[in-house]
C-alpha cells in the first residue's frame, strides 16, 4: 500500500531564517507531487505541483520554491521566512486511475514563524 | 478559473441529528472528492464520484454527484461526535487541474 510521510511534524522558525519541509511517497512510482498551504480552519491553497523528476509548476507567486530531486521526494524550501508564511502545509501525491485523479494527504507540517 | 463553493461554511447540529452539506460550481468535473480533516491532521479521502447521478454510501454518509457533474452533496444519517471535523470537496479538471472548496466546518455536539 502507498504511504506519504512529511517532516517535521512541527516548526517554530525565526523571520528571515531559511526553511526546508520534506515530503517522501511509498509504494508507488511516477506520482503526481503537491505542496498546498492551508490557513487556520481554512481550504487549500495549491502552492506547487511535480508530474515528474525535476518538473515544478508553481501556482502562487511567493518566496517559496519547491524541488524534486527524486521520484518520490518533494522538497519545499525558503531562502528567507516571511511572518505571513506561517501556515499548515500538506504535501500529496496523485495517480491517475480509472476511478479520477484523486489525492492522499500527508500528515502536514505545522509551521509559525515568529 | 474554476471555482468549488461548499455550504453552510459551519454547522452545529445536536448528536443524532440528519445534515446535508453541498458542494457547488458551474463549471464540469472528470470526477470529485470528499476528504475530511480534523484539526492538525492532513485531509482524509472519504470518496471519489466520477458519473453523473452517481450515489455512493459508506456507513452513514451518502455522497451523490450531479447529473451534469457540477455539484455534490453529502449527507450524514443520525450525525455523531466522531462525524465533526472539516469537510472539503474537490474536483478533478480532466487531469488538468484540481480545485478544493473551502470547506464546511461541522461540530457534533453530544
Known sequence: ?114 | TQLLEQSPQFLSIQEGENLTVYCNSSSVFSSLQWYRQEPGEGPVLLVTVVTGGEVKKLKRLTFQFGDARKDSSLHITAAQPGDTGLYLCAGDNYGQNFVFGPGTRLSVLP
Open chain 1, 1 to 114: 500500500s502507498q504511504t506519504i510521510h512529511q517532516w517535521p511534524a512541527t516548526l517554530v522558525q525565526p523571520v528571515g531564517s531559511p526553511l526546508s519541509l520534506e515530503c517522501t511517497v511509498e509504494g508507488t512510482s511516477n506520482p503526481n507531487l503537491y505542496w498546498y498551504r492551508q490557513a487556520a480552519g481554512r481550504g487549500l491553497q495549491l502552492l506547487f505541483y511535480s508530474v515528474g523528476i525535476g518538473q515544478i509548476s508553481s501556482e502562487v507567486p511567493q518566496n517559496l520554491s519547491a524541488s524534486r530531486p527524486q521520484d518520490r521526494q518533494f522538497i519545499l524550501s525558503s531562502k528567507k521566512l516571511l511572518l505571513s508564511d506561517s501556515g499548515f502545509y500538506l504535501c500529496a501525491w496523485s495517480a491517475l486511475a480509472a476511478s479520477g485523479d484523486t489525492q492522499y494527504f500527508g500528515p502536514g507540517t505545522r509551521l509559525t514563524v515568529l
